[in-house]
């Protein structure tokens, strides 16, 4: 009972009216023509689209493409990025010899992929993951390289003097250190590699939640483009909410530093 | 204003950037991959043209496709965009960040809003508006505002009470209240909101005249690789990734000198 009630009180009252209110002044200027707009669908119209892309199975089946292509993509991310932070940040002579090539290729616009991987691959998944990963491995690569720069050299010297290992140097020190690290540029290359994915689906790879949007504008069916756009919105705010949530069951201790951050 | 005049001032953040930029011989990664590829594949070819391939087809576009007007183009979308954006975010951040009663209402239309990957507004947009340079603006601002609202908003509510008091009971006025109390505790906030929103602007800029074939660099992009020029398609890479840290260098420049004005607070 108490959990209920502090469950009730938790929920944002006014902002929920806001939206109702919102979406009620919406749907009456529309249905009474206060309001003209060609293509604007009223939110009941975008409701029944709703129902309609999931009751046929597209939404699924797009939603499900999508999903696969961004986990695939942002988990080849993270882990490129981890291995080049690790060896990058433990090495001052690799730093020296190679940082400022990723400075010039760092800033480049993940977009600028698309053309040439669409060049390379055609209009496939292959290409799609080519333009989440490259752009989505750099938050991971910089946040890895800066949490084992940061490790205090002590550390260091005291896994020397227990005569650890260099896979236990690596496994006992430098990991555990770069573990904030790596979840801050984990989550920012999650919400990256879902947008360059809706990128990557608009302009080459014709499937999954960006192709469906583009489509049905071209369809001009805009009820569906909204009711694909409300979808897409709400699996960018379940895929933070469960990363959030499994940082916080995996790694209790890491997960105050990551909220610090703002991420 | 008195003391050093504002060239000496950029000049020096530019000395300031330059130093706090890597070693250059770390760019030697990249030129021995770009002299392998010459080696390895010194002619044209479909998908790996030699770098020297790429030179000549920049002539190309420079004769064919009219390349500087067009980045001259996409620059001034981008910074349109970005300016509205910095205006409405810097605004509606305050706002929302002074009154607990606009904050709690707006706060869950917000964070569906900010959810939503921003590349999807261009078909939402080309719906409901067409194809237009008011579209491509509206795009832009929708995917630059949410990083310089959130971080004014969350700037202005982390301003310290007693401050307001203090504001107060010196009887300052209003624009000095916002000079010397709002503005340095805003101004640093909102330069990490900007130096997030650019990048997101690039892309966006770019994609709409990709989808749209409006006048820009993403539609001779797009054109190219249609066109299976691939020198082409490489040397617009190189050009657009040249375009990105230039304008991320220029921003830190600029970030530099106003941070120096207002330095942020502890």
Not at chain 1, 167 to 181: F, H, S, T
Not at chain 2, 23 to 30: E, K, W
Not at chain 2, 64 to 83: M, S, Y
Request: no cysteine.
């Amino acid at each position: 009972m108490r959990e209920l009630e502090r469950l009730l009180a938790r929920i944002n009252w006014l902002g929920l009216g806001t939206i109702a209110l919102a979406f009620a002044l919406w749907e009456i200027s529309l249905r009474a023509g206060f309001a003209q707009y060609q293509n604007l669908p009223t939110p009941s119209a975008i409701a029944i689209g709703l129902v309609e892309i999931m009751s046929n199975g597209q939404l699924l089946a797009d939603t499900s493409h999508t999903l696969l292509s961004v986990l695939v993509g942002w988990l080849a991310a993270v882990a490129i990025g981890v291995v080049l932070g690790l060896m990058l940040g433990a090495s001052p002579m690799l730093r020296r010899y190679s940082l400022a090539s990723i400075e010039v290729l760092r800033p480049m616009p993940g977009i600028a992929f698309a053309p040439v991987a669409l060049l390379l691959f055609g209009f496939s998944l292959q290409m799609e993951l080519m333009v989440i990963i490259l752009p989505a491995l750099w938050p991971v690569l910089i946040a890895t390289m800066g949490a084992v720069m940061g490790v205090h050299a002590r550390l260091f010297e005291v896994g020397r003097t227990f005569r650890l290992s260099r896979g236990e140097i690596l496994r006992k020190i430098m990991l555990p250190a770069a573990l904030p690290g790596v979840l801050v540029g984990a989550r920012l290359s999650m919400t990256l590699a879902l947008v360059l994915a809706v990128v990557a689906e608009m302009v080459g790879n014709p499937a999954g939640l960006g192709y469906a949007v583009v489509r049905e504008q071209q369809a001009m069916r805009p009820e569906l483009v909204f009711a694909y756009v409300a979808a897409i919105g709400a699996l960018g705010m379940i895929l933070n909410a469960a990363l959030t949530g499994a940082v916080n069951l995996l790694f209790p201790a890491a997960s105050g530093r990551l909220r610090e951050v703002g991420a | 204003m008195t003391g050093p005049t504002l060239t000496t001032r950029v000049a020096k953040q530019l000395r300031v950037v330059r130093a706090s930029l890597p070693p250059a011989r770390g760019l030697l990664p990249l030129i021995l991959l770009l002299g392998i590829w010459q080696l390895v594949q010194s002619g044209p070819s479909p998908y790996f043209p030699a770098p020297s391939q790429w030179w000549t087809a920049t002539g190309n576009l420079l004769n064919r496709e009219h390349l500087v007007a067009a980045f001259g183009a996409t620059t001034l979308t981008f910074l349109k965009g970005l300016a509205l954006a910095i205006v409405f975010g810097t605004l509606l951040g305050v706002l929302i960040g002074v009154s607990k009663l606009a904050a709690r209402a707006l706060d869950p239309v917000l964070e569906f809003m900010r959810a939503i990957p921003p590349p999807v507004t261009v078909p939402v947009a080309a719906l409901l508006i067409g194809y237009n340079g008011i579209m491509k603006l509206t795009v832009i601002v929708l995917a630059a505002l949410w990083p310089i609202l959130l971080n004014t908003t969350s700037a202005v509510r982390q301003i310290d009470p007693l401050l307001i008091d203090v504001a107060r009971s010196f009887r300052l006025s209003t624009t000095e209240r916002i000079r010397r109390i709002i503005l340095p505790a805003v101004v640093p906030a909102l330069l990490i909101g900007i130096r997030i929103a650019i990048p997101l602007a690039i892309v966006i800029t770019l994609l709409v005249e990709m989808l749209t074939s409006l006048p820009g660099v993403g539609a001779i992009m797009i054109r190219s690789q249609r066109n299976f020029q691939s020198s082409e398609v490489y040397a617009l890479l190189v050009l657009v990734g040249l375009f990105g840290f230039v304008v991320n260098d220029l921003f830190a420049v600029i970030e530099g000198v106003i941070m120096r004005r207002w330095p942020p607070r502890r």
